[in-house]
């Protein structure tokens, strides 16, 4: 069984930079899993940040970053804003049509 | 504009049967491929069931199989998500989500809560 990992909360100061990472709890997280994030805010659908590890959906602004960092995938925003204030999902494809998601993580602002 | 809207959740007793509709708007449906997503209160997403193109090829998370179908109606623009013998644990925000050719979901509908209680 595939168990992705993340962290469950994270904090940031308006205008700082945070890493969050998305691992399995066994093996490392490769370009092949095409590693996917997912922005949601309390009571809305998620809304695709990053695609493919690293790639931006259209419309996302420049300070949202995706790559890999050791054995996770990473997904890094610089100059937090207030409205990044959401929760953070990771998503990997197993192939097949088959993907799995980690629990998701709460980013303060403050 | 893509628009993806799911219809047909509410309260159902366990044991009981629900079927979830999606109607999709903007694109031409018979192409991609399509998914359910799910979200229990407070947890995070969890992938329920992907189908294919044209409906010949279909995957289910492991605790759903048995108990739910997807299926597809292309010329309708439809996405539809049989659930049947439902748990508790089946309660959740249903989002019907897009597949895009990059193996990540670009596209997600509103959501469709259902509830699983006596």
């Known amino acids: 069984q595939t168990v992705v990992t993340q962290e469950p909360s994270f904090s940031v100061s308006p205008g700082g930079t945070v890493t969050l990472t998305c691992g399995l709890t066994s093996g490392s997280v490769s370009t092949s899993y095409s590693p996917s994030w997912y922005q949601q805010t309390p009571g809305q659908a998620p809304r695709t940040l990053i695609y493919k590890t690293n790639t931006r959906s259209s419309g996302v602004p420049d300070r949202f970053s995706g790559s890999i960092l050791g054995n996770k995938a990473a997904l890094t925003i610089t100059g937090a804003q207030a409205d990044d204030e959401s929760d953070y999902h990771c998503?990997?494809?197993?192939?097949?049509?088959?993907?799995?998601f980690g629990g998701g993580t709460k980013l303060t602002v403050l | 504009e893509v628009q993806l809207v799911e219809s047909g959740g509410g309260l159902v007793q366990p044991g009981g049967s629900l079927r979830l509709s999606c109607a999709a708007s903007?694109?031409?449906?018979?192409?991609?491929?399509m998914s359910w997503v799910r979200q229990a209160p407070g947890k995070g997403l969890e992938w329920v069931a992907t189908i294919m193109s044209d409906g010949s090829g279909t995957q289910y998370v492991d605790s759903v199989k048995g108990r739910f179908t997807v299926s597809r109606d292309n010329p309708k623009n439809s996405l539809y998500l049989q659930m049947n013998s439902l748990r508790a644990e089946d309660t959740a925000m249903y989002y019907c989500?897009?597949?895009?050719?990059?193996?990540?979901?670009?596209?997600w509908g509103q959501g469709i809560l259902v509830t699983v209680s006596s």
């Open positions: 989500a897009r597949v895009a050719t990059t193996s990540s979901f670009d596209y």
């Open positions: 903007g694109f031409g449906f018979s192409g991609p491929w």
């Open positions: 998503g990997l494809y197993l192939g097949s049509g088959i993907w799995v």
